[in-house]
């Protein structure tokens, strides 16, 4: 019950007050750790869904490259990072 009340206060806060207030807000409220509140939920989101990302485009990127060999008398265009 009390982190309802506390999220809709949050989103009352938002529409009337800007950034600054709102930073403000959490780090009278919650301290410095208030800023990081979620941190471990959003890693645990975003380093599967990376892992997966990267890995494809790794395994595409070479694979595509293998093919550019086979049908390119050529060869491979050199990209530049």
């Known amino acids: 019950m009390c982190q309802r009340v506390e999220t809709i206060h949050l989103t009352a806060l938002r ?8 930073l403000l807000h959490i780090y ?3 301290g410095i750790r208030g800023a ?11 380093c599967p869904g990376n892992v997966v ?7 595409s ?4 490259a293998d093919r ?3 049908t390119c008398v050529a060869g491979p265009i050199p ?3």
């Open 61 to 64: 990127r070479s694979l595509m």
């Open 79 to 81: 990209v530049r990072a």
């Open 36 to 46: 990081y509140t979620g941190y471990v939920a959003q890693l645990m989101r975003e």
């Open 53 to 59: 990302y990267f890995g494809s485009y790794s395994a």
């Open 68 to 70: 550019m060999n086979e």
């Open 15 to 22: 529409t009337e007050a800007g950034l600054l207030a709102t």
């Open 28 to 30: 009278k409220h919650s």
